[in-house]
């Protein structure tokens, strides 16, 4: 567990009500039950000003929502950095979750076991691990993508188009999004072809 020692200062219920969603502030870094004998970074989900004797909510930077009553002695409280406080362990972002959907020609078992070892060898046997694992046939076909205005006239004959990418799977369109106010065009690859006369 990667942690570091922050000079900060406990907030009474007061003190925290003046806060606002920008304020960088330390809570406990319990999270689904696991308890964890730290702090983690965090911030109000709504400004203090709007604590109404209820408890005060904040959303860590791990993407644990922490609900906090600052006054209660039995809770580990809102805590804010001040170089006049007192030490307390903050957790760290040791690493980064990656959610990868992986295209893997021909779909081979040993294709994947080699990524997958590939993967260990570069970050270390016991950091990279398959938390799940669902493979999908996928159409080996390459399409191009464009993008048009969302609100478009018909039969522009797509001059009003950009090109987005030429020559991507279709399982990659999937996690790309639009530019704002504009939608996509997937088409079949077509081979670009360059008729310029050359001597």
């Given amino acids: 567990m990667n942690t570091e020692k922050v000079a ?12 606002g969603l920008q304020d960088a502030i330390f809570v406990s870094a ?5 308890p964890l004998d730290c702090y983690a970074p ?6 203090g000003k709007n604590f109404e004797g209820g408890s005060f909510t904040a959303r860590t930077i791990f993407g644990e929502e922490v609900h906090v009553l ?3 002695a039995e809770e580990r409280g809102i805590w804010i950095a001040d170089k ?26 040993e294709s994947l076991d080699s990524l997958y070892a590939a993967a ?7 950091i990279v691990q398959r938390w799940s ?8 076909v390459k399409v191009d993508l464009y993008e048009e205005p969302a609100r478009g006239r018909k039969n522009t004959n797509g001059q009003n188009r ?22 996509f065009v997937v088409e079949p690859h077509k081979e670009v072809v360059d008729e310029t006369p050359t001597i």
Wanted: proline share 7%.
């Fill in 30 to 34: 319990e999270m689904d039950g696991l």
């Fill in 84 to 109: 006049a406080g007192e030490k307390i362990e903050v957790l760290q972002s040791a690493g980064v979750l990656l959610n990868l959907a992986l295209f893997v020609p021909d779909g081979r078992k």
């Fill in 8 to 19: 900060a200062r406990r907030l009474t219920a007061g003190e925290a009500s003046e806060l």
């Fill in 120 to 126: 260990r060898e570069a970050f270390g046997a016991g």
């Fill in 42 to 47: 965090a911030f109000l989900t709504k400004p």
């Fill in 133 to 140: 694992e669902e493979t999908v046939a996928v159409p080996d």
């Fill in 162 to 183: 950009d090109r987005r990418a030429l020559d991507i799977f279709p399982t990659r369109v999937r996690f790309l999004e639009p530019s704002e106010g504009w939608k």
């Fill in 70 to 72: 600052p006054d209660n």
